[in-house]
């Protein structure tokens, strides 16, 4: 018999609505406790809509990791803090919030058909 306290529940980090009413809050399938990179990225996402036409995704996500990547190494530095094992995750949330952030924009461009499903057809989100 398993006590209440073996089982852990992970809660969910949430892409926020940064940038007015029309984005609601999504539930992303990464740890809360990696929500500032998850925010971080969704930041950065924000800033690539408000640069230059000629800048390219391509181009902006990498750059965006990268400096978030250079800010966290200090941080953990400046606060003698092991991030040894963690790094995988962190650049996740960061992308995920980033990559979120385009897909909810992307969403209010072009919402979902609303097509009629049968309940024995697969539903894929």
Known sequence: MRKSSDISVKQQAILP???GMHLPPVALAIDARYQFAVDCGAY????FFEEHPDIALHTHL???LACFQQNVRQTVASLDVVMTGRDQPVIDAFVAGYLGRIQQ???TMHPA????RHDDEPAYH
């Open 17 to 19: 609505n940064l940038a």
């Open 44 to 47: 950065a996402a924000m800033v």
């Open 62 to 64: 990498p750059a965006s």
């Open 105 to 107: 924009e992307l969403r």
């Open 113 to 116: 058909p609303q097509s009629v």
